[in-house]
């Protein structure tokens, strides 16, 4: 089974009707759903999501269903090691570099995410387009 991380952007577009990506953020996940991709979010991710979100009741809905169908998984202290040796190292930006090595600690195939910089720490980053190809 293929394996995916989204980035905190994706799953604000996929959650909020609002954002500009969130029809895109819709044909991801369809496409995503129909071909059996296993899709991994950080658990980390569920406290920033629901904090940008504006409608709470529907954001804790939502995380009760993606509970069932995704992987919501920790860092961990391995994770939280590397990352920030890199961010130091490199001058990168802490959360996408925290999110780059729990993909890889959980061997995603990519980070699927609409930012413009995304850090690279050896995984394949790709945003709504390069995915869909």
């Known amino acids: 089974m293929n394996r995916v991380f989204l980035d905190t952007n994706i799953v604000l577009d996929i959650l909020i009707e609002e954002r500009k990506n969130h029809l895109k ?22 406290s ?17 269903t993606i509970q069932e169908e995704w992987m919501i998984v920790p860092y961990g202290k391995e994770v939280v090691t590397k990352a920030l ?3 130091l190292d490199n001058n990168s930006d802490l959360e996408d570099t925290l999110q780059c090595f729990c993909a890889s600690s959980y ?18 980053i790709v945003n709504y387009e390069n995915f869909l190809k």
Not at 48 to 64: D, E, M, V
Not at 111 to 124: E, L, N, T
């Open 85 to 87: 040796v890199f961010a």
């Open 107 to 124: 061997h995603c195939e990519c980070v699927i995410s609409s930012d413009k910089k995304f850090v690279d720490c050896g995984v394949k």
């Open 25 to 46: 953020s819709k044909e991801l996940l369809t496409y995503l759903l129909l071909n059996n991709y296993e899709i991994v979010i950080s658990e980390d991710m569920l």
């Open 48 to 64: 920033t999501i629901y904090y940008i979100a504006k409608n709470k009741s529907t954001t804790l809905k939502f995380f009760q």
